[in-house]
């Protein structure tokens, strides 16, 4: 097929706050004209990582540069170490230094570090400045960079201090993918199946079927990225501020997030994609176990995680023993707890997951010490 130079467009509908997502290769070197067409007369600054600027950044510069989009750039550490409040101030700084105004763009170009980081600052510098999104991750493609939440660290916990901040446009390249680690690749592949198991069995037999087409690049991977920016943009747009239904976006979280923790936020060893396949896999396995959903589900689940070459059970993970009570603890202090019970994305197979907000903790302590003997 000789249209690769088209990109897709998503559409996130929140009325005054909408914006396109558009995807497809090229996308950085075509990032001038998409923005200047979208937001004549912007000034820039470019925000990205030490390893994203190595490979993308001169030529994001050059074409904001040939549309006379005048550009400034701030560069971080690569890691989550970045989404801090003193690379905050630094970005900060240098958009005040800068002498943007609320209507210039911080344009944030990198993986979910990057996205968070940025989409942050320009929540906050005046009262709000516009975010154009430009992700170079799979993860940051097809999660972060779509929904508005932004944020960093602090040392009790991640993501506690933040805003929803919509960007103006995101653009998502999906040839940069061509250079992320394939570590990298498979863990934001795991969001990608995410969106079939919560409410697309159609997507999730796609992904069955195409997996291979979807690592090598080309139209599947773009119809993949499609897929689910349409499917978080859907729930996002039905729930912006998480009252209820986007929390579906957390199938397989409160599992992966314990593991994340008990494995110390050490990124060697795990990475959050990591965890939330084998979170995944233990949710539609405990849903099981409730007889709420069929044990092939969950096989059927753990096949395909792993032919992707994700991790699917804690036993997959090297030197890592977690012991139930600690991942339980990490669980309850996750979770709202009222007399005993907890909520938690349960599923009654393929493409239906829901919010259970009755979940008793000893069942999940007794999954976790069934499924993890010491
Ligand atoms: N805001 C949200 O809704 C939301 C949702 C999910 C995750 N997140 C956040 O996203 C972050 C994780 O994002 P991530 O997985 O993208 O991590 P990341 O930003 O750290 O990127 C992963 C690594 O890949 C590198 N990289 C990125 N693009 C590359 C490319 N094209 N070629 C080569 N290397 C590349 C980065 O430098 C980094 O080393 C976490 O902080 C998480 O909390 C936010
Ligand atoms: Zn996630």
């Known amino acids: 097929m000789k249209k690769c130079m088209q990109a897709e467009i998503v ?9 396109p997502i558009l995807i497809g290769p090229g996308l950085i070197a075509r990032a001038g004209a998409e923005i200047a067409a979208r937001l004549p007369g912007v000034r ?3 925000v990205t990582d030490a390893n994203v600027a190595a490979t993308y950044l001169e030529a994001l510069r050059a074409s904001l540069s040939a549309t006379g989009i005048q550009t400034t750039a701030i560069t971080v550490d690569p890691g989550e170490k970045s989404k801090s409040f003193e690379t905050l ?18 344009v944030a170009l990198g993986g979910g570090v990057v996205g968070d980081l940025a989409g942050f600052a320009a929540g906050i510098v005046r009262r709000g400045m516009r975010l154009v999104q430009v992700p170079t991750s799979l993860l940051a493609q097809v999660d972060s960079s779509v929904g508005g939440k932004t944020g960093i660290n602090m040392p009790h916990g991640k993501n506690l201090v933040g805003v929803f901040h919509q960007p103006k446009l995101v653009l998502a390249d999906t040839a ?41 690049g080309g139209e599947a991977r773009i119809r993949a990225v499609a897929e689910s920016c349409r499917t978080k943009a859907e729930v996002v747009a039905r729930d912006e501020f ?3 239904e986007r929390a579906l976006l957390n199938l397989g979280h409160t599992f992966g997030h314990a593991l994340e923790a008990a494995a110390g936020y050490d990124a060697a060893r795990l990475v959050h994609g990591e965890a939330v396949a084998i979170g995944m896999v233990m949710a539609h396995r405990f849903s099981a176990r409730l007889n709420l959903a069929s044990p092939d589900d969950a096989a059927r689940v753990e096949a395909h995680l792993k032919e992707a070459g994700l991790p699917t059970r804690i036993a997959d993970v090297a030197d890592f023993h977690p012991d139930a009570s600690t991942l339980m603890s990490y669980i309850m202090q996750d979770k709202k707890v009222s007399r005993g019970a907890l909520t938690f994305i349960l599923t009654r197979g393929i493409g239906q997951a829901f919010i259970a907000r009755d979940v008793p903790a000893s069942e999940v302590l007794s999954f976790l010490t069934e499924n993890n003997p010491q």
């Open 11 to 19: 559409e996130v509908g929140l009325g005054v706050r909408s914006y």
């Open 44 to 46: 820039a600054m470019v």
């Open 89 to 106: 101030q630094r970005v900060i700084d240098g958009i005040l230094e800068a002498r943007l105004e609320r209507g210039d763009a911080v």
């Open 176 to 216: 940069a993918l061509d250079t992320l680690p394939v570590r990298e690749f498979r863990a934001g592949y795991a969001e990608v199946v995410k969106y079939g198991l919560i409410g697309r069995p159609d997507f999730f037999a796609w992904l069955e079927k195409n997996r291979k087409a979807v690592f090598a």
């Open 242 to 244: 998480e009252a209820g």
